[in-house]
């Protein structure tokens, strides 16, 4: 049912998730099997995005569950909005206390 790609990725990483799947294209682009859909350009725009954790400078996915993973260059207009701030500081606290992070809606200009 899975090809090659998918088969040695999962082996590596245990279970499905972005970086998976971004393994898993990856190893599809060197063996020239390429797929184009609107979750891989949703993937490809992620990647661009470079998410880190607001709170402690590292990479999304380090782990903890008070993670507060923003992007930090904004790629297109479908990036998510980008406290910066008093708005971040209560965003993280909120994070923090909650285990939630609020939804934050973009002003119109």
């Known amino acids: 049912m899975h090809d090659a790609c998918f088969n040695s990725v999962m082996q590596s990483y245990g279970k499905w998730s972005a970086r998976a799947a971004q393994a898993v294209a990856k190893c599809r682009k060197k063996s020239g099997h390429v797929r184009k859909s609107a ?3 949703s993937l490809k ?3 661009q ?3 880190k954790d607001k709170r402690t400078g590292k990479a999304c996915g380090a782990g903890g569950s008070t993670q507060y993973c923003r992007p930090s ?3 297109s207009n479908k990036t998510p ?3 910066r701030g008093q708005a971040l500081k209560k ?3 909120q994070k923090v206390n909650t285990g939630r992070a609020p939804v934050i809606h973009k002003r119109k200009k």
């Open 49 to 51: 995005e470079k998410w």
């Open 91 to 93: 965003a993280i606290r």
């Open 73 to 75: 260059k904004k790629i």
């Open 39 to 41: 979750a891989g350009l």
């Open 45 to 47: 725009r992620w990647q």
């Open 81 to 83: 909005a980008m406290p």
